[in-house]
Every structure is written in structure tokens, then in C-alpha cells.
């Protein structure tokens, strides 16, 4: 039980990546973490695979103060989210106060649109690893890239290392 005291927020929207949210969620609840999960609305939103998420609250009552870390989970759903001011801002205000910034696969998309990576090492799934570059992070082929604050990871396959290096990261 590593991680008790800690409160961390998993992006949600539709067409979530169904491992990239719940191996996540269970692992970091098995290492005592309160972990949230927050979408633009309190509402239900379904998997790439039809998997059902209940949003435990809505972004807009959530306080950046009050949390340890965000993570924005990859498949289809990072398109969506990054196009709301509010979880764009969430994301920017988190990483400013040092907060830990974990995200896999199509996630790193958001992290785009935050603006955080410029001079970061990062990884992203291979489709958007230009945009990787072009916000300014020098892209690593890893299975996961941590730079301070930032965690990234490519795919499903890289979970085990992902969760990992969040939860070391939350220890410190």
C-alpha cells in the first residue's frame, strides 16, 4: 500500500482504450490511491470496446490542489478531451504545480494541446508521434519515458512499466 494518501484523476471520454483505464485504475487502488475518475460530464462513457465508465464527478468540480496526479488514458477518447478548454486547463495547471502528468498511447494528445511538452523526453503511440515532436519533445521509442514530472508510454503492452513509474513517482 504504497500510494495511500494520494488522489489521482483518470481522464475519461467516449472511445476510451479499455486497458488504459481500467489496469490503471485497479493497480494504483491496489496500492491504496484514491483514484477518481473525471470526464466533462458526470455521466457513463463506453470503451473502444463497449466497456461501460460511470465519471465518478465532472471536471469542472474538480480542484488541481486537492490531487497528486492525472492521467489521460489513450484510444479514441484524447481526440475529444483535448478539445475542451477545461481539461486542457487541468492539465496545464497540474503540470505547472509539479504535479504527476501520466499518458499512453493517443494520450500524450492532450499534452499537445497543454502545451508541456516543449524540451520534454516523450513517447506517444506511433499515429501522433509527429505531433509529439512538433510540440517540441524529443520522442523516445520506450516503453515508458519519464521526464520529472511527465510520464509517458505507447501502448496496452506497456502498462506493467506505465503503472510503475507513476506509482515510484508518487512516492517521491
Known amino acids: 500500500m504504497k500510494l495511500i494518501g494520494k488522489k489521482i484523476v ?11 483505464v481500467w ?5 494504483l487502488i491496489e496500492e491504496g490511491a484514491e483514484v477518481i475518475i473525471v470526464g466533462p460530464e458526470k455521466k457513463e462513457y463506453k470503451g473502444k470496446y463497449g466497456y461501460p465508465a460511470m465519471a465518478d464527478m465532472d471536471i469542472n468540480g474538480l480542484e488541481v490542489n486537492e490531487i497528486d496526479a492525472v492521467l489521460i488514458p489513450g484510444g479514441f477518447a484524447p481526440d475529444y478531451l483535448r478539445r475542451y478548454d477545461t481539461v486542457v486547463n487541468l492539465v496545464k495547471t497540474a503540470f505547472a504545480k509539479g504535479k504527476i502528468i501520466a499518458a499512453i498511447c493517443h494520450g500524450p494528445s492532450v499534452l499537445v494541446n497543454a502545451e508541456v511538452l516543449n524540451g520534454k523526453k ?13 510540440a517540441g519533445a524529443e520522442f ?3 516503453e515508458v519515458v519519464q521526464d520529472e514530472t511527465l510520464i509517458t508510454s505507447r501502448r496496452p503492452q506497456d502498462l506493467p512499466a506505465f503503472c510503475q513509474a507513476i506509482i515510484e513517482a508518487l512516492q517521491s
Open 23 to 27: 489496469f490503471p485504475y485497479y493497480r
Open 122 to 134: 516523450a513517447t506517444s503511440f506511433m499515429a501522433i508521434k509527429a505531433d509529439v515532436i512538433n
Open 10 to 20: 483518470i481522464l475519461i471520454e467516449n472511445l476510451y482504450e479499455d486497458l488504459e
Open 140 to 142: 523516445l521509442d520506450q
